[in-house]
């Protein structure tokens, strides 16, 4: 087991894997940027360095400073969290080369599933149902064109190094095409520095559904049943609920055999999510896997008894292989993830010091969190703040519970999203568990 963990992250995920760490009586060793000097993540680890000033760029992502702090702390393992370089190859890889073991994917493994369109190819070999579409990268407009004609409009047209919702152009009608192709690669290769385009068909009324998976050196993996990540906005997710309330038992069980089909095939080693689009038949379809720990994985980790996510990649890390059974919920949750944004005016970012800082608490309320009374927020990052988790017997026990919460919850000297979500569980459509990924072109912000 490794002696020192290096976490190469800020805010809340960096101070959830610090905990586990001290409780596996592994030392921990927080990074930081100057202006995350009074973050929690970095008051509570064993040692703290700090890697750089505000832009990214110049700390989190500097690879050069995270293994200098790494050696200079003689940390055996980096953590990557999510974000930032988790899904890096260069990074794997570069870690490997100083003989510090990186707690998530490998070079070749990020290489072949963090591209999207060699992901596709690689599933479809696998025999994982796929979404029709382009074979690979798409050379050219016309070959963009020719491929609409063939698999039928609506089509989808996405970033092949894509996130976040950049480089995605929906297109309903031929002689929308060619503008949507143009502004997609621009905004992809500002973005990621690659205007690499594919195209899928557009599938309708889809619920975006995932399933947690476990991988270990033997080749072997298991499933922890799935997410509905559907409430989005600007392909971003707001909100997540485990089990969802589309899925049947039968669709349970055939989406947890494809992505362990999936990770099997790939001799995928740690954790890792198959993320899949389910249309309105529930026909599912593979949409991408993203190689790392994901922001909802606290809402698996309380519907499975005592499962901890993190310590679990740690162990596979170390060469511990897993016990090589599937996992079903036991009860349901939902997460709230509450950025320092301004619901009532677009969801403007609201960076600032809050003044006044009341958590929620109780049976069955989970907060992950970094901030604090006093804390500044920083406008250099992702304004996810906190991310409130509620637990119950049911469904509808898990929306009155989140309603609770969320009426403790205080927050001021900023704008936050609490408002949003408190709106959002009275929505009738969400209460009785009818949206889709289009949620949110709809939901309307009663008055402030």
């Known amino acids: 087991m490794f002696k020192k963990i290096l976490i190469a992250n800020r805010g809340e995920i ?256 740690g954790a890792g999510t198959i993320e899949f689009l389910v249309d309105k038949h529930r026909n599912f379809y593979f949409m991408e896997m993203n190689t790392r720990i994901q922001v909802e994985h606290p809402i698996t980790e309380q519907v499975i008894a005592n499962f901890d996510l993190i310590r679990e990649q740690i162990k596979v890390a170390a060469g511990v292989p897993i016990i090589g059974i599937n996992y079903y919920p036991t009860q349901h949750s939902i997460e709230c993830r509450i950025n320092a944004e301004d619901p009532f005016n677009k969801f403007r970012p609201s960076p600032g010091t809050i003044t006044i800082f009341h958590a929620p608490g109780g049976h069955g309320v989970r907060l992950d969190t970094h901030v604090y009374a006093g804390y500044t927020i920083p406008p250099n990052y992702d304004s996810m703040i906190a991310k409130l988790i509620v637990t119950a017997q049911t469904r509808e026990e898990a929306i009155s519970k989140m309603k609770r919460a969320l009426d403790e919850f205080v927050i001021e000297g900023i704008k936050t999203t609490i408002p949003f979500h408190r709106q959002l569980m009275d929505d009738p459509d969400y209460v009785s568990g009818n949206y889709t990924t289009a949620f949110m072109d709809s939901f309307k912000m009663q008055t402030e």
């Open 14 to 269: 960096a101070l959830r894997i610090i905990r586990t760490c001290r409780e596996m009586g592994i030392s921990s060793v927080a990074v930081y940027s100057t202006a995350d000097a009074e973050s929690l993540h970095v008051r509570f680890a064993d040692e703290a360095v700090c890697i750089g000033p505000p832009p990214s760029t110049d700390s989190y992502l500097k690879i050069s400073n995270i293994i200098a702090a790494a050696e200079i702390t003689n940390a055996d393992a980096i953590h990557p969290g999510y974000g930032f370089l988790s899904e890096n190859a260069r990074f794997s890889k570069i870690c490997e080369e100083h003989g510090i073991k990186f707690i998530g994917a490998s070079e070749e493994m990020i290489n072949l599933m963090g591209d999207k369109a060699s992901a596709k190819a690689t599933m479809k070999k696998a025999g994982v149902p796929t979404v029709p579409g382009s074979d690979g990268i798409l050379p050219s407009f016309s070959a963009a064109k020719k491929t609409a004609e063939e698999i039928g409009y609506p089509v989808m047209l996405k970033a092949t190094a894509g996130g976040g919702g950049k480089g995605m152009r929906a297109v309903w009608k031929p002689e929308d095409l060619e503008d949507a192709w143009d502004s997609a690669r621009q905004e992809s290769k500002a973005a990621f520095g690659n205007d690499g385009m594919y195209m899928e068909k557009l599938i309708e009324e889809p619920r975006h559904i995932e399933i947690q998976i476990v991988g270990d050196s033997k080749g072997r993996a298991c499933h922890l049943s799935e997410r509905d990540c559907s409430i989005q906005r600007r392909h971003q997710k707001l909100t997540e609920e485990t089990p969802s309330p589309f899925m049947t038992d039968e669709l349970r069980e055939k989406m947890g055999d494809a992505a362990v089909l999936a990770s099997e095939y790939i001799k995928y080693e």
